[in-house]
Each structure stands twice: as C-alpha cells, then as structure tokens.
C-alpha cells in the first residue's frame, strides 16, 4: 500500500497555567478536554530575555549561498560577495578554497581570520553576512496567495510560514494544513488546524528548512482519513509516519 500509515499519535496539547475559565472543546460530559486555562491578566506578559533569545536559531550556511565578506580595514577585501558551490565552498582572496557549509557564519568569521593571521594580516577582523539563501528553504503550496521556496532565517512557525506567503487564499481551508518533513530518513506529515493555533488551543509549531507546508488540499489530508475516523474532532495535531512501497 502506497504511502501506507504506519504510526498516528496524537501530540500534547498546551499545559494549563492558573486562571478561572477552561477554554477548548468539551467532552460529551461538558467537561473540557483542553489543558488550556485563561489566565488572570488582562494582557500577556512581555518575554524576558531567555525567550528573545530562543527565538534565533543559529544559520547554518549551505550550497549556493551568496554571502557578503568583509575584512576590516583592508579596501581590496572588504564587502567581497561570495557564492558557495555545490558542495559548500568558498574561494576567498588569500584565504583559498574554504569549507563553508555546515557552519555559521561565526565560525566560518573564524576560519577566514586564522587563514589570514600572521602571514597576510597581523589582526584580521572578517565579518560574514548572508546576503541570500536557497539552501535553507521551506516550500508553502496550496491555498495561499504567493505560494513558492521561503528561506528560514532564525525561529520560523506555520504561523509565519503562511504569513511569508502573503497569508492564506479567500476561501482556503484553515482546518487542512499539513506539514511534510523526513527524519533520520523516516517521512512524516503532521495535519494542523490554523484557527486552532490562532485561538490559543495548541502552540504554533516550528517549522525546518526542507520541511514542505501545504494548506487546503485535500489530497494531502486523504493521508489521515484512517486516524479521522478515530479522532474526528481536530483539538491538537495528527502526526503519522509515512512509507513508501508496492505492496
């Protein structure tokens, strides 16, 4: 059976906090289902600077990224714009052929002043900037107004993703989203629920270069009808591992 479900498990919705009113779908007691509480202040309370920070993910630099490298003081090597190759290398003057992908562009500001220490010169100051990425791109397809490749620069969610695109269609369909990602290998799909997520009833999930968003086809959500049956009501997300075969 072609892309045949292999695993469904539904994922945690969000942990309660203090607060008086439970919000989220209710049982057929009446009782509701959601962890979700709303909280006593009227307004929510501003990060600290530990949540600032976790929002940026570091950039790791990959094939075909152009990147603008700048060594201080010196007119002949300054805002030199560079492509890596296929394979993630560089060519800088003096420095010679550098191994870029995989790194930071911290750590390849390092590289770049231990190539040109001593030799060339005595206290290099190197600073990288990307200029443009295609390595680390997300694909939003479907019902969206500018579907296309997006690059992930630090922190994205399936919030912003779609934002990125210009934001849904008029009349697409907020409860048939999903998300295609591979694993270690292993190929996944995760269905979610926008008005969901803009409610508060479960959080906005991240989302990883590579990874593939695809709002409002319903070919793409055939991949849950089995685990629908059980579940019908979507109150958190459906994640199930994917196959690939003939039989």
């Known amino acids: 059976m ?12 969000l942990g309660g906090c203090a607060g008086s009113e439970e919000l989220g779908p209710k049982s057929v007691t009446g009782a509701a289902t959601s962890q979700i509480v709303v909280a006593q202040a009227g307004e929510l309370p501003p990060p600290g600077k530990t949540d600032l920070f976790e929002q940026d993910r570091p950039y790791l630099i990959g094939p075909f990224d152009k990147l603008i490298i700048d060594v201080f003081g010196i007119e002949e090597l300054s805002e030199k714009e560079v492509q890596t190759d296929a ?12 191994e870029a992908a995989g790194k930071t562009p911290a750590e390849l500001e390092d590289v770049l002043e231990e190539r040109l220490r001593g030799r060339y010169v005595r206290d290099p100051q190197v600073t990288v900037n990307l200029k ?10 479907g019902q ?3 579907p296309g490749l997006y690059p992930v620069i630090g922190r994205m969610t399936l919030m912003r993703a779609v934002a990125t695109a210009k934001g849904t269609a008029e009349f697409a369909k907020m409860d048939d989203v999903v998300v295609f990602r591979t694993v270690q290998g292993q190929k996944m799909a995760a269905l979610y629920n ?12 991240e989302v990883f270069a590579n990874d593939v ?6 070919q793409a959500r055939r991949l849950f009808k089995d685990v629908m049956q059980i579940v019908p009501l979507l109150t958190t997300p459906l994640v199930v591992a994917l196959q690939n075969n003939n039989n």
């Open 2 to 13: 072609k892309n045949g479900i292999l695993i469904a498990s539904l994922l945690v919705a």
């Open 194 to 205: 926008l008005k969901a997520i803009r409610r508060g009833v479960y959080d906005d999930p």
């Open 87 to 98: 394979g993630g290398r560089i060519s800088f003057p003096l420095a010679g052929v550098v």
């Open 144 to 146: 969206v107004r500018e």
């Open 213 to 218: 968003v695809v709002v409002g086809d319903s």
């Open 132 to 141: 443009e990425t295609v390595s680390q791109v997300i694909t939003v397809d």
